[in-house]
């Protein structure tokens, strides 16, 4: 079972301004980054989003009710290599990045 572990938000400079939410599981090396990133367990993953959301608003970031999340595998870079959640009904320049543990 996975776990959120920590929420970081960085300011991303992207043109189009879609806030994006990254999964990463803590002690993933590069190499194993590579291997797996194209077969997340976005399921697994979109389980966690309410927390997440909870969090963010608890540090003063206004989601929307019901915030919509659209997982895709080229959230982050147009070839495939970020995947993450694309948040459509809130803009923003905001990547939010969640390290997850196995519990």
């Keep these: 079972m996975l776990k959120v572990k920590e929420v970081t938000i960085s300011e991303s400079e992207k043109r189009d301004k879609k806030t994006i939410v990254y999964f990463w599981p803590e002690g993933e090396s590069v190499l194993e980054n590579l291997a797996n990133r194209r077969n997340r367990p976005y399921t697994e993953y979109r389980k966690l989003l309410p927390e997440v959301f909870k969090e963010l608003r608890s540090r003063g970031i206004n989601l929307p009710d019901n915030p919509k999340a659209n997982w895709s595998q080229k959230a982050g870079c147009s070839c495939g290599c970020s995947p993450g959640f694309i948040l459509p009904d809130y803009h923003s320049c905001m ?9």
Excluded: G, L
Excluded at 95 to 103: A, L
């Design 95 to 103: 990547s939010i990045h969640v390290t997850v543990v196995m519990e």
